[in-house]
């Protein structure tokens, strides 16, 4: 088969990568791709210049399925285009995209199919946001309604901090059109997990579940990331826990999606808390999670050429699910500075061959690789045992304490 994925990160990379291992991939087309998937065998680079050539380019190299990874393509409606020029992909329509385009939508989604979520109020001004922050308790959480890279979400503590935050983000538009409306929503206090499910028009089935590292410090301080490390499966979800994730949040989900005509072909991600071993949805992503496609990718032991094959073809019911033993761990390092300003086009040295090295967005010029982004790569491996991984993981992250930071407690 060939493929052609969409995106330049390291979950495009770890998709790629794990397409390459299947008999059955002949060619895999990235568009724009980094220097890892330029080193990759079967795997070419093609150049994004807009949306018709990519059209053009599939149909003409005869692309047997297209798989997108950023959410930004999926919200401008990339998915409907393919399936208007027949072209097959794997993805949400425009109009189901919503659900993570809009968080106002996914929150009033939630409670109209009584989907366990902490309690929000929404806003569409300052004023009246700003009047609300008298009548409350704090720690709160405020959430920006649109599309904004995984930084969005701000704990404020005090009245204080909440003010500064709702001055950035509805009078100085830090986040440009999408902090024009905002959620103000209950904090919950306990431990997040990142649940995966494998959807198409009709069914689903639960793919793997991940713990992920949003803050830039360690012990979740600082500012919110990309993502600063993963780890599958996630070491605090037992059966009598997936089982209320699949009853309180992932079924009605499902049961609500049919009713208002949302499901697709695809990955549906479920960003989950637990406040006192009740799970509550803090938010939909409507395709893979980075970092956990690292980890999660790199445990499978199944081929993901016949699990993309049963998503298109309306047959996840009989996907057969197989992993390896053990567990699997992403560690993220980026560059100094990190999700502020820092530096970019450093040059990436592989140091180890004892773990895979995914890249994130970066370029090749005279065969060397240089970065293009604050996250640079993910050092991913898989062990039996944890402190084992670990051990493995930081012996080699430590060889690039010099060029770029990463957290010491993944």
């Known amino acids: 088969m060939k493929f052609l994925i969409l995106g330049d990160g390291a979950r495009e990379h770890s998709i790629a990568k794990k397409l390459c291992e299947s008999p059955k991939t002949d060619e895999i087309f990235i568009c724009p791709g980094n220097a890892g998937t330029f080193y990759e065998k079967k795997c ?3 150049e994004f210049i807009d949306e018709n050539t990519l059209l053009n380019f599939a149909e003409k190299n005869s692309i047997d399925l297209t798989i997108v990874g950023p959410e930004k393509f999926l919200c401008e409606g990339i998915v409907d285009e393919f399936e208007k020029n027949n072209l097959k992909i794997i993805g949400p329509n425009k109009k189901s995209s919503i659900l993570e385009g809009s968080k106002i939508f996914s929150k ?7 989907i366990s979520t902490a309690d929000y109020e929404e806003f569409n001004n300052f ?9 409350i308790n704090f720690p709160i959480v405020i959430k920006v309604d649109g599309l904004a890279a995984g930084k969005g979400v701000f704990i404020c503590d005090n009245y204080k901090q909440s003010v500064k935050v709702l001055e950035d983000i509805m009078k100085n538009k830090c986040f440009g059109e999408s902090g024009n409306k905002i959620i103000i929503e209950r904090y919950l206090s306990g431990f997040e997990a990142s649940f995966f499910v494998l959807l198409d028009e009709k069914n689903y089935k639960l793919f793997n579940y991940s713990k992920d590292h949003k803050k830039i410090g360690e012990g979740e301080k600082g500012l919110n990331t990309g993502g600063m490390g993963s780890i599958t499966p996630h070491p605090n979800i037992d059966e009598n826990l997936k089982i209320k994730v699949e009853d309180l949040i992932i079924k009605p989900t499902i049961n609500g999606l049919k009713a208002e005509n949302l499901m697709y072909k695809g990955i549906l991600f479920f960003g989950i808390l637990f406040e006192n071993n009740i799970p509550y949805l803090l938010e939909y992503n409507v395709r893979f999670g980075d970092p956990e496609t690292q980890s999660l990718l790199n445990l499978l032991d199944s081929d993901l050429v016949d699990i993309f094959n ?14 390896k033993q053990g567990i699997s761990m992403g560690l993220v390092l980026t560059a100094f500075g990190y999700p502020l300003e820092y530096k970019k086009n450093i040059e990436i040295l592989k140091k180890s061959d004892d773990c895979d090295f995914i890249y994130y967005s970066s370029k ?12 640079v790569l993910t050092l991913v491996d898989n062990c039996k045992n944890i402190d084992t991984l670990r051990n493995n993981l930081y012996s080699i992250a430590k060889l690039y304490n010099k060029e770029f930071y990463f957290r010491k407690d993944i």
């Open 310 to 323: 049963d998503i298109y073809n309306n047959n996840v019911e009989n996907t057969h699910l197989k992993w």
């Open 364 to 375: 090749i010029s005279e065969e060397k690789a240089f970065s293009s982004g604050g996250r």
């Open 127 to 135: 004023e009246d946001a700003f009047n609300f922050l008298n009548n």
């Open 108 to 114: 009033n989604f939630m409670k109209k199919y009584k």
């Open 44 to 46: 070419h680079n093609i």
